[in-house]
């Protein structure tokens, strides 16, 4: 059964920075497809952060996030990373990492279309 670990997350002030990682046990292969990151905020649905298509190195974000958050994978690794600068109060959130589809990373990412989901780590910026 393949799952992701997630952890990094803190309490941060606005302005500060997090490094997310995400490490995946179960799988018996290095997984090449769709992988993202995702966020949910209290009273608010999952909502698709980043995602890269390791077999191209495709990297996409939600606007929200775009210049801020970087997205990358540790070659010959199932293990997924979430750079986060120049945080924000609303970028509280606990943050998951997730398998997506193996021909490639949707254009708007649901959580629908991922799995292994991980018990997620905490991220919260203080203004």
């Known amino acids: 059964q393949v799952q992701w670990v997630e952890s990094g997350g803190d309490s941060v002030q606005a302005g500060g920075s997090l490094r997310l990682s995400c490490a995946a046990s179960g799988y018996t292969y290095i997984y090449y497809g769709c992988m993202g990151w995702f966020r949910q905020a209290p009273g608010k649905e999952r909502e698709g952060v980043a995602t890269?298509?390791?077999?191209?190195?495709?990297?996409a974000y939600v606007d929200s996030v775009k210049g801020r958050f970087t997205i990358s994978r540790e070659y010959g690794k199932n293990t997924l990373y979430l750079q986060l600068n120049s945080l924000k109060p609303e970028d509280t959130a606990v943050y998951y990492c997730?398998?997506?589809?193996?021909?490639?990373?949707?254009?708007?990412?649901?959580?629908?279309?991922?799995?292994?989901w991980g018990r997620g780590t905490q991220v919260t910026v203080s203004s």
């Open positions: 997730a398998t997506g589809p193996n021909w490639g990373c949707p254009t708007v990412p649901k959580s629908t279309d991922f799995g292994y």
């Open positions: 890269i298509y390791a077999r191209r190195g495709n990297t």
